[in-house]
């Protein structure tokens, strides 16, 4: 047994076989849950998914309206891991079509493939074939009709001017498809916090006169609209007027409840007024006395609060030296008025001699 411990290569030969042992379980443990990876020069295979990778027309199309195909498809990759991981770091591979311009107008079955790959890596598209329809480009030009939804709009607002930038989009599809145009509108919802003015950008939508979205290309796709929110009340002062008042009288109207009134209803027409006229009526006044006067609703206005007004009506009457027009209605006034005129005329005859004289008397 001695001789076992003193022989110095079977105790290296133990030493290592025990070291080996320990690293084994070592690295055993590392890669417990992948143990290929334990071998470094072993490539396990592996499967990818990509997804929405654009689909590019290959050949001149310039001229064509092309429908059916794709934006963009699933790819999925499968092969060596390490060969995946660096075709998805470089980015190189792209799906293509077949030469559409070869195939000329019409409808086609095509089939997508995928290009800039190694040939050690399989690939599956999804989809892989489409039908499309290849048809002559045509475009015209459409103003953007502007759809407002205000329902969440406080309630003392409303909606004022709107204006879109830009004001008409170029449209490109097929003959047939274009014929079909009936509506080139944008969709607006106005938040609830909105109230001054509210700009956001918007989708140009295209249908027909079922309101069937069309298969169109607009240009631009997205638009600048711009909506002015206005109140939709506006304070303003009463102004009062009498009406069937003698005309020796003076008449102050003094309002008792309020100066001012506030309106209702459209913006446009209710923030271009700056009064109310309240038209009192003092053909029976004769001393100072209240009254209600119903204020005249203006047009635009769908309601005013408020609408009547207590106020109360002094009588002023003139004195006729201040108010000819009523001296003038006396038959004794008249008859002053005459014999003051004989008297100035009596007097011009008297002293129209002396009108003669030397200045210098």
Do not use: C
């Not at 892989?128 to 290849?134: L, Q």
Request: proline content about 6%; overall charge negative; aromatic content about 6%.
């Amino acid at each position: 047994m001695n001789k076992i411990y003193d022989n110095k290569w079977l105790t290296l030969l133990v030493a290592l076989f025990l070291a080996l042992t320990m690293f084994v379980f070592v690295k055993a443990e590392r890669y417990n849950d992948n143990p290929i990876s334990f071998f470094q020069n072993v490539s396990e295979n592996s499967t990818e998914t990509i997804s929405n990778v654009p689909v590019h027309i290959k050949g001149n199309v310039q001229n064509y309206y092309i429908t059916g195909l794709p934006e963009t498809v699933d790819v999925e990759l499968s092969g060596p891991a390490n060969l995946i991981q660096q075709t998805l770091e470089a980015e190189n591979f792209k799906v293509v079509t077949e030469d559409l311009e070869q195939l000329g107008p019409g409808q086609h079955y095509i089939k997508l493939r995928l290009d800039g790959i190694s040939k050690e890596l399989h690939y599956k598209l999804s989809p892989s074939s489409v039908n499309i329809t290849i048809a002559e480009l045509q475009t015209q030009t459409y103003p953007i009709e502007v759809r407002v939804n205000s329902d969440q709009l406080a309630p003392d607002y409303a909606v004022g001017n709107v204006s879109v930038n830009p004001q008409s989009v170029t449209l490109s599809g097929s003959g047939d498809k274009l014929q079909e145009i009936s509506q080139v509108y944008v969709n607006v919802d106005i938040p609830s916090d909105a109230s001054d003015s509210y700009t956001t950008s918007a989708t140009v939508l295209i249908a027909d006169s079922q309101g069937q979205m069309l298969d169109i290309s607009a240009d631009p796709k997205q638009v600048e609209v711009q909506v002015d929110i206005q109140s939709n009340t506006n304070t303003v002062p009463i102004q009062f007027e009498p009406v069937n008042g003698r005309a020796d009288t003076d008449y102050e109207i003094e309002p008792l409840t309020t100066h001012n009134t506030v309106l209702s209803g459209d913006p446009a027409s209710i923030h271009q007024l700056n009064r109310v006229t309240g038209y009192v009526d003092v053909s029976q006044v004769t001393k100072e006395e209240e009254t209600q006067v119903d204020l005249e609703l203006p047009q635009g206005v769908t309601s005013m609060e408020p609408a009547q007004v207590r106020v109360k009506v002094i009588p002023h009457r003139q004195s006729q030296a201040s108010n000819p027009t009523a001296a003038s209605n006396s038959p004794s006034t008249s008859a002053g008025r005459q014999r003051s005129q004989e008297a100035r005329s009596s007097a011009g005859r008297q002293t129209a001699p002396s009108q003669e004289q030397d200045p210098s008397t």
